[in-house]
């Protein structure tokens, strides 16, 4: 937990490390639900894999909804860093995707927080940056 002083307070930032053995078996609902209660208990939650592109598309799809209903929320910041497979050999990128296939996308690392803390997310094929507002 990180405190930050904001005008006279003391106001805590916190990170949630989500393993993918966490929300693997969880339907698209659940996994977004968890997700959303996290962001809005102020958590910057990081996700130890990807989220599907249809899990994506819900978690934006909620976020927006909820923009509409919750006056202090602002919505959310997301991005994923994953490895780059670019310069590898055929037989890499082979097992990679095979590996993928079989027990998901545990090699990226997806960032996911409230618009009101997190300013915004640099990514490039090597780190990731969060800004804080």
């Known amino acids: 937990m990180i405190e930050k002083k904001v005008s006279g307070k003391y106001r805590g930032l916190s990170l949630q490390v989500l393993p993918f053995s966490e929300v693997q078996d969880l339907t698209i609902a659940q996994r977004v639900k968890k997700i959303l209660t996290l962001v809005l208990g102020n958590k910057i939650v990081i996700l130890h894999g990807r989220l599907r592109p249809e ?28 490895p780059n497979l670019k310069n590898e050999s055929f037989l890499v990128k082979f097992r990679y995707n095979l590996a993928k296939k079989l027990v998901g996308d545990n090699s990226a690392l997806t960032v996911i927080g409230p618009a009101t803390i997190v300013k915004e997310i640099k990514r490039d094929p090597k780190r990731l940056e969060v800004l804080l507002s």
């Open 55 to 82: 899990e994506e598309a819900r978690l934006i799809e909620d976020t927006m909804a909820m923009v509409d209903h919750i006056k202090s929320f602002r919505g959310i910041e997301l991005a994923v860093i994953e």
